[in-house]
């Protein structure tokens, strides 16, 4: 069973940077696609970035540009680089992993494996 946990959350002015971290444990399959959601206070939940096992990644067009979907080379971390960041990408940040894809995808439905969440908060 997989496993996924969050972190690099913080409080940062508009403008700043953060770099959240997903570290995967467990049984993890070969084909793969992992994702970084967030679910901002009073909105539906969205997807971000994706990253599938055949190295294609996928954006969320209001943060194409300014954040990163990455892994380490062994695929234990996915990571979310996030530059410029606005007020509007205060949210509580999911990463989610499948064994049923093997592209990117910020579909939902896809992901069967999700982490605890990490809160990002920017002010101006």
């Known amino acids: 069973q997989v496993q996924l946990v969050e972190s690099g959350g913080d409080s940062v002015q508009a403008g700043g940077s953060l770099q959240l971290s997903c570290k995967v444990s467990g049984d993890f399959p070969s084909t793969y696609c992992m994702g970084w959601f967030r679910h901002p206070p009073g909105k539906e939940r969205e997807g971000v970035a994706g990253i599938g096992s055949d190295g294609f990644t996928s954006y969320e067009d209001s943060v194409r540009g300014r954040f990163t979907v990455s892994q380490d080379n062994a695929r234990t971390t996915l990571y979310l680089q996030m530059n410029s960041l606005k007020t509007d990408d205060t949210a509580m940040y999911y990463c989610?992993?499948?064994?049923?894809?093997?592209?990117?995808?910020?579909?939902?439905?896809?992901?069967?494996?999700w982490g605890q969440g990490t809160q990002v908060t920017v002010s101006s």
């Open positions: 989610a992993a499948s064994g049923r894809c093997v592209s990117s995808t910020l579909a939902t439905g896809w992901y069967d494996t």
